[in-house]
């Protein structure tokens, strides 16, 4: 099945730097890629994604990049402010027999410090 | 819309108890996911449903959980008996295309 990876597990900038955040995957069927953000004692909620015919969408702030090749995604956050504090999850979806299954990696907690 | 909606928020049992969470996932979505999540293990996917047929389970972690899905508006998971390790945050999604919207969750704290 699908393995998802990301790094790192902790993370810790300055307000206005910039924070980027990685992830691998392994099945090479995936094809699509959401990334999720959680705050403290709330649920996660879906802040950006990527589909495999896409290299790289931005929303304002963030953006995402997708390197099908090398199986690795990455979240980046610019000029970061103290609300974007919370945990980020990347994850993958594949086609076939697991459509719709996400699977998420282990969550990497961003601190913007003022 | 209303978005996922999970009840109770907040459960606390004693050892030994049946628990039963229950979701209510967005009209028109035909996918439910039901997840736990703690510090130690991060966001594990216990069990989902298509179009209220439960597709991949290996996740539940032994015989003392179950799951239903009766019907496209409302899936229900049970722990009997709970134990002390039950003790997370259960999360309930919904999707039809791919990209999952949780609900609030449901803290289980069994004593």
């Known amino acids: 099945g699908e393995n998802v990876e990301q790094h790192p597990s902790t993370l810790s900038v300055q307000e206005g730097d910039s924070a980027v955040i990685k992830c691998t995957y392994s099945?090479?069927?995936?094809?699509?890629f959401p990334w999720y953000k959680q705050e403290l004692g709330k649920r996660p909620q879906l802040i950006i994604d990527?589909?495999?015919?896409?290299g790289e969408k931005k929303d304002q702030r963030i953006a995402v990049t997708l390197n099908k090749t090398a199986k690795h995604f990455s979240l980046h956050i610019t000029e970061t402010q103290p609300e974007d504090s919370a945990v980020y999850f990347c994850?993958?979806?594949?086609?076939?027999?697991?459509?719709?299954?996400?699977?998420f990696g282990q969550g990497t907690i961003l601190t913007v410090h003022p | 819309d209303a978005g996922v909606i999970q009840s109770p928020r907040h459960e606390v049992t004693e050892m030994g108890q049946e628990v039963t969470l229950r979701c209510k996932p967005i009209?028109?979505?035909?996918?439910l996911f039901w997840y736990r999540q703690t510090m130690m293990r991060g966001l594990e996917l216990l069990i989902y449903?298509?179009?209220?047929?439960?597709?991949?389970d290996s996740g539940m972690p032994e015989d003392r959980f179950s799951a239903k899905m009766p019907n496209a508006s409302f899936s229900t998971l049970k722990i009997q008996p709970s134990e002390p390790r039950d003790s997370a945050v259960y999360f309930c999604?919904?999707?039809?295309?791919?990209?999952?919207?949780f609900g609030p969750g449901t803290r289980l704290t069994v004593l």
């Open positions: 009209s028109g979505h035909d996918y």
């Open positions: 099945d090479s069927a995936s094809n699509y």
């Open positions: 449903f298509n179009n209220n047929v439960p597709i991949d």
């Open positions: 990527i589909r495999s015919n896409v």
């Open positions: 994850a993958a979806s594949a086609g076939g027999t697991s459509y719709g299954k996400l699977t």
């Open positions: 999604a919904s999707s039809s295309r791919g990209t999952q919207y």
